[in-house]
């Protein structure tokens, strides 16, 4: 399917071609958008032509890719993290939560977006395209707190050491399900006036309207972004700021110990636990890392509209689409690789899908105590 969408693109280019010819600048990219929908369409996008069907084809057939690996992936995360034992810790709850949201994404909104780009329109109608936009911010929001969360996890491990309390099963259940509610009450607002779900530039996904000029609709893009962006991203840079600051504090130490005693190195069993943690905090700051960069771009083109500093395309606006699906895909392939335990269970009940350990790994500092998550195990 994802080949006929090359295949369709590129016979519909001679055709669009002659049209743009015949026609000139009477076709807008709104003359395919259903009747029902054109009060939801906002004047700025009358001024563009009809996008070259090439991009359509190219949108689908991305889309495609991104939804097979991205919901394989995950379905392997929850799927091991759930059947393994001792892959069943509080912390791993996180990750596991973090798998359901970016799974969730990509089932639910790759579908209709390569529905949508065969069509090169919404055909969905209104009232589908706010539970499209609503759907792709709950679960958008869902990944980056809880992305917050695990950070603040390290912390708790990794700074605060024996002193930390650990988290327990349920504290792991409180914390997710504190995510989903806060989540949902910022992505039905619009739905009840606050702001409000609009098809976006290309027309084949909607999201927030970023264009309207009245303040009630650019406080609530400006609000969102603070409380479900920056915010995260502030205590994220914390967390790991002071996790950087004692991880080299524990390092130097080691190192003024080694000096003292005259041998090469102190890597007790306390300090493979500290390099484990080490481990995962990166491949967590790396995973946070790759999140920002994915819905970055939709930060960038919501601004733009709001402040009105930057001329807004509906080709730019593809963009935003593509890197925010693009951010389901990255989280399985970091944890997979990354992740000691999971990548050895993966082995042993899919052989083909997965390298096994090495046998240096599996006695390793990086798996003594694989996740991050075992080494507090609450009583």
């Not at 996180?94 to 209709?112: E, K, R």
Request: proline share 6%; glycine share 6%.
């Amino acid at each position: 399917m994802a080949l006929n969408y090359l295949n369709t693109g590129a016979a519909k280019m001679d055709t669009w071609n002659g049209q743009m010819s015949a026609y000139g600048a009477n076709q807008t990219v709104v003359d395919k958008v259903l009747p029902e929908m054109l009060h939801l369409i906002d004047p700025h996008w009358y001024q563009f032509p009809p996008m070259n069907p090439l991009w359509y084809g190219l949108l689908g057939f991305t889309i495609t890719c991104l939804a097979i690996t991205s919901i394989t992936g995950n379905a392997m995360v929850i799927y091991i993290f759930t059947t393994t034992k001792n892959l069943k810790t509080p912390s791993n709850l996180l990750v596991v939560n973090l798998a359901v949201s970016d799974f969730l994404m990509m089932a639910c909104m790759a579908p209709p977006l390569i529905i949508n780009s065969y069509n090169e329109t919404w055909v969905f109608g209104p009232l589908f395209c706010a539970i499209y936009a609503c759907g792709g911010s709950l679960y958008g929001t869902v990944s980056i707190w809880t992305m917050t969360a695990i950070a603040f996890d390290r912390y708790n491990v990794i700074v605060k050491g024996i002193a930390a309390k650990p988290m327990s099963i349920n504290g792991a259940l409180l914390r997710i399900l504190a995510i989903w509610l806060s989540s949902l009450a910022w992505t039905v607002a619009p739905i009840f006036g606050w702001n409000r779900y609009v098809p976006e530039g290309n027309m084949t996904v909607c999201g927030t309207d970023y264009l309207s000029k009245d303040w009630l609709s650019r406080s609530y893009i400006i609000a969102y972004a603070v409380f479900c962006y920056f915010l995260p991203l502030g205590l994220i840079v914390y967390s790991y700021w002071f996790i950087i600051q004692a991880v080299a504090a524990h390092e130097k130490a080691m190192r003024e110990q080694a000096k003292k005693m005259n041998v090469a190195s102190l890597r007790s069993s306390d300090a493979a636990n500290t390099s484990a943690e080490c481990k995962l905090a990166k491949v967590a700051l790396m995973t946070i890392s790759l999140w920002f960069m994915a819905w970055t771009p939709y930060l960038v083109i919501n601004f733009a509209g709001v402040f009105e500093t930057a001329p807004i395309s509906p080709v730019s606006t593809i963009w935003g689409s593509v890197f925010a699906k693009a951010n389901a895909v990255y989280n399985p392939i970091v944890y997979g690789i990354s992740h000691p335990k999971y990548r050895a269970a993966l082995y042993q009940r899919f052989p083909s899908l997965a390298c096994q350990p090495s046998p240096d790994e599996s006695g390793s500092v990086a798996s003594g105590n694989t996740a991050v998550c075992e080494e507090k195990a609450p009583a």
